[in-house]
T-cell receptor, first 112, second 113 residues
Framework: GNSVTQMEGPVTLSEEAFLTINCTYT??????LFWYVQYPGEGLQLLLK?????DKGSNKGFEATYRKETTSFHLEKGSVQVSDSAVYFC???????????FGAGTTVTVRA | NAGVTQTPKFQVLKTGQSMTLQCAQD?????MSWYRQDPGMGLRLIHY???????DQGEVPNGYNVSRSTTEDFPLRLLSAAPSQTSVYFC????????????FGPGTRLTVT
């Protein structure tokens, strides 16, 4: 079956530090890949997505590139802010399939 | 628009009690779903609905019932709560089949003692 593995947290950073959260997946065919963010007390929000190999998703300074050869979709941000403190989830789904498969989530805390 | 709303925000139940978690959306979305979020396991799909009157099971349906009598509402029922159902529950809705279009509610934190 499909599965998503992401680095365990928690991750604690200082403001303006570089953030990387690793995500790898196991799936057949060509799924779409997503990063969701959950801010404290809120539901999940789509942060970015990529639908085919070598696509780069980007939003709010975050980027992730769909690497088919390494089955990876690592999330990066060059300079984090306190407001980036949240739980980040990597996920996959197939085109026109409603079901998302989520990773376990990585808690990120950014200190001023 | 209020988006996806869930009530209650917090609930404590004793083993064997029943309750209903409420979910409503005001975006006229056809697709709605329930997930549970457990530490170290991400979100797992419990049940979903592709329209009023149509529901189907997800990955972890045991112990939960759903119905969809209107487009707006999708309640989740626990008939006899067990400690293993202690979790955070999220409802989501979507205008179409594409998974990334899902809008999530703020969640209900349930503790079963």
């Amino acid at each position: 079956g499909n599965s998503v593995t992401q680095m365990e947290g928690p991750v604690t950073l200082s403001e303006e530090a570089f953030l990387t959260i690793n995500c790898t997946y196991t799936a057949t065919g060509y799924p779409s890949l997503f990063w969701y963010v959950q801010y404290p007390g809120e539901g999940l929000q789509l942060l970015l997505k990529a639908t085919k190999a070598d696509d780069k998703g980007s939003n709010k300074g975050f980027e992730a590139t769909y690497r088919k050869e390494t089955t990876s979709f690592h999330l990066e941000k060059g300079s984090v802010q306190v407001s980036d403190s949240a739980v980040y989830f990597c996920a996959l789904a197939y085109f026109n399939d409603y079901k998302l498969s989520f990773g376990a989530g990585t808690t990120v805390t950014v200190r001023a | 628009n209020a988006g996806v709303t869930q009530t209650p925000k917090f609930q404590v139940l004793k083993t064997g009690q029943s309750m209903t978690l409420q979910c409503a959306q005001d975006m006229n979305h056809e697709y709605m779903s329930w997930y549970r979020q457990d530490p170290g396991m991400g979100l797992r799909l419990i049940h979903y609905s592709v329209g009023a009157g149509i529901t189907d099971q997800g990955e972890v349906p045991n112990g939960y019932n759903v119905s969809r009598s209107t487009t707006e509402d999708f309640p989740l029922r626990l008939l006899s709560a067990a400690p293993s159902q202690t979790s955070v529950y999220f409802c989501a809705s979507s205008p179409g089949l594409a998974a990334y279009e899902q809008y999530f509610g703020p969640g209900t934190r349930l503790t079963v003692t």
